[in-house]
């Protein structure tokens, strides 16, 4: 079971895992978007994995301490700070396009968060309409998603590939809402990161928040 924080109309109240569908419900939202990383699978060590490949690829070393730390930022942000950390004349774009080539070296590692992926599960049994907003480039996401054999529940899968903002922008939940075709107050969003909750409560829609 796992715990979340409900963000919705301003107020914010504790709500566990058995008891998101009869909240869905009772709040009579039309659609979900569900964060990928860190939400709907567990992804931080193949991620860790295709960073330090990055780094070493310029002969840096990336701590998983450091790492660990920043893993709600998207890519580019995590080199910028990582450049700025090392002091050096860290090639940012070079680092993108190696670790991203190394994702799908590690991508064994990625494993599901089965509770979440059951609520999706559900609601997709229901009709509901489904997407994935994320910080990763979509062909990431859709290493990650097909890893835990997911890809199929979700008819929209936005990410910065997209060529929007990523989060803490709310601009991945505006475009997600405008490609499901529903109110933005009527979506109820599944988030672990703060950067991804405040992007969501920013886009006008009701969050929960998983608790680590």
Same mark, same amino acid.
């Given at each position: 079971?796992?715990?979340?924080?409900?963000?919705?109309?301003?107020?914010?109240? #504790?709500?566990?895992?058995?008891?998101?569908?009869?909240?869905?419900?009772?709040?009579?939202?039309? *659609?979900?978007?569900?964060?990928?990383?860190?939400?709907?699978?567990?992804?931080?060590?193949?991620?860790?994995?295709?960073?330090?490949? *990055?780094?070493?690829?310029?002969?840096? @070393?990336?701590?998983?301490?450091?790492?660990?730390?920043?893993?709600?930022?998207?890519?580019?942000?995590?080199?910028?700070?990582?450049?700025?950390?090392?002091?050096?004349?860290?090639?940012?774009?070079?680092?993108?396009?190696? #670790?991203?080539?190394?994702? #799908?070296?590690?991508?064994?590692?990625?494993? %599901?968060?089965?509770?979440?992926?059951?609520?999706? =599960?559900?609601?997709?049994?229901?009709?509901?309409?489904?997407?994935? *907003?994320?910080?990763?480039?979509?062909?990431?996401?859709?290493?990650?998603?097909?890893?835990?054999?997911?890809?199929?529940?979700?008819?929209?899968?936005? #990410?910065?590939?997209?060529?929007?903002? %990523? =989060?803490?922008?709310?601009?991945?939940?505006?475009?997600?809402?405008?490609?499901?075709?529903?109110?933005?107050? @009527?979506?109820?969003?599944?988030?672990?990161?703060?950067?991804?909750?405040?992007?969501?409560?920013?886009?006008?829609?009701?969050?929960?928040?998983?608790? @680590?």
């Amino acid at each position: 079971m796992l715990q979340a924080i409900l963000h919705h109309r301003g107020d914010a109240r #504790s709500v566990s895992s058995d008891q998101w569908l009869n909240l869905f419900d009772a709040e009579e939202f039309s *659609a979900a978007i569900f964060d990928c990383d860190g939400t709907l699978v567990e992804s931080a060590e193949a991620h860790l994995a295709s960073m330090q490949s *990055a780094a070493q690829d310029q002969g840096l @070393d990336m701590s998983a301490d450091w790492y660990h730390t920043r893993t709600g930022l998207d890519r580019r942000s995590l080199f910028l700070e990582f450049q700025a950390s090392t002091r050096t004349a860290f090639d940012i774009d070079r680092a993108c396009h190696v #670790s991203i080539a190394c994702f #799908s070296d590690a991508v064994s590692l990625v494993r %599901p968060i089965t509770p979440v992926l059951c609520f999706a =599960k559900a609601l997709s049994k229901r009709g509901i309409s489904l997407a994935v *907003a994320t910080n990763a480039e979509r062909s990431v996401a859709e290493l990650s998603l097909s890893a835990v054999g997911t890809r199929g529940l979700f008819g929209h899968l936005i #990410s910065i590939s997209d060529g929007v903002r %990523p =989060k803490p922008s709310p601009e991945l939940f505006k475009l997600a809402a405008k490609r499901l075709a529903v109110p933005q107050n @009527d979506v109820l969003v599944i988030e672990d990161s703060p950067q991804g909750v405040q992007a969501a409560i920013d886009a006008g829609m009701s969050v929960l928040q998983l608790i @680590d």
